[in-house]
């Protein structure tokens, strides 16, 4: 399986964006899909994740796990995340990744088997 992230752009504090992760291959639905971001110069952050089949999801601790939404289309082997209220600390590179062991959620970078390219979301105020 291979991922690719897109959706990114400009955006304006306040607004909003929805992030895509399309999965090329037929076993997409054997992986769990995350979320990442890392802003220059900061370590790379968990921001949501979604199980198998889409039944759960999780979200990172920090401010933003509360203004995005992740879910997740088997039949289109996408995941997305909609993030709103958006700022401009959340300028950084999104990255979709995911992994096929068992347990739900990981929430570390390390735990994630196959991972997209990244799209970049620039925030203005």
């Known amino acids: 399986v291979q991922l690719q992230a897109s959706g990114g752009g400009f955006g304006q504090a306040g607004g909003s964006l929805r992030l895509s992760c399309t999965a090329s291959?037929?076993?997409?639905?054997?992986?769990?899909i995350g979320w990442f971001r890392q802003a220059p110069g900061k370590e790379r952050e968990f921001v949501a994740c979604?199980?198998?089949?889409?039944?759960?999801?999780?979200y990172g601790d920090s401010e933003v796990g509360r203004r995005v939404s992740i879910s997740r289309d088997n039949t289109k082997n996408t995941v997305y995340l909609q993030m709103n209220g958006l700022r401009s600390e959340d300028t950084a590179v999104y990255y979709c990744?995911?992994?096929?062991?068992?347990?739900?959620?990981?929430?570390?970078?390390?735990?994630?088997?196959?991972w997209g390219q990244g799209t970049l979301v620039t925030v203005s105020s």
């Open positions: 990744a995911g992994y096929s062991s068992s347990g739900f959620p990981h929430r570390l970078a390390s735990e994630y088997d196959i």
């Open positions: 979604v199980s198998w089949r889409g039944g759960a999801t999780a």
């Open positions: 291959g037929d076993t997409f639905r054997d992986y769990a």
